[in-house]
């Protein structure tokens, strides 16, 4: 059972292109990187079954998925919260309003915040420079690690090992199953 989970899930662009202006340019989709998946499957996972009655939920979402994201987070069990982090990518993308510069990173809660707390300094902004598609940044996770050093750690959809939490992903080894 875990009190944290960080979850960045594989949303689905419905086939669109993310940063064009619908026309297809080849490696400009999520589905060119890795497999997307539906809101309505992502809600269908056994999240609740894995979580501790007192329990956050740190979710990234596009700005175009928040809706989603805060749907998809009451379908897991967990009230939206706030904004936790936000990340300015120094390089932005073109956008259909604005250019896209900045990510968020959501939280939820289910019970009340997990006891003990760690450090209660951390900053919700973070500028550094994006690197691989749809890869976060390595701070963010040593971010929470430091509010919750205690609590046991669950990185949903992850792409790497990362020392203190546990996996769950099709990209990394040592995954658990749900």
């Not at 080849?26 to 060119?32: L, P």
């Amino acid at each position: 059972m875990y009190s944290i989970l960080y979850a960045d899930p594989p949303w689905d662009y419905a086939g669109q292109t993310q940063h064009t202006d619908g026309d297809f340019k080849e490696g400009k989709s999520a589905k060119d990187h890795y497999n997307t998946v539906k809101l309505s499957d992502l809600k269908q996972m056994k999240i609740k079954e894995i979580c501790e009655e007192d329990c956050l939920l740190f979710m990234w979402s596009s700005s175009p998925h928040l809706p989603q994201a805060i749907e998809l987070m009451k379908a897991w069990g967990f009230e939206y919260k706030t904004i936790a982090f936000v990340w300015e990518k120094q390089k932005p993308n073109p956008g259909y309003y604005t250019l896209s510069s900045v990510e968020i990173c959501i939280v939820g809660k289910r019970g009340k915040i997990p006891t003990p707390r760690g450090a209660r300094n951390i900053r919700q902004f973070l500028s550094e420079m994006r690197t691989t598609h749809s890869k976060k940044p390595d701070e963010i996770r040593n971010r929470i690690a430091l509010m919750f050093p205690e609590q046991k750690k669950l990185e949903l959809f992850a792409r790497q090992s990362s020392p203190g939490w546990s996996v769950f992903g099709n990209e990394v080894e040592g995954t658990i199953n749900l």
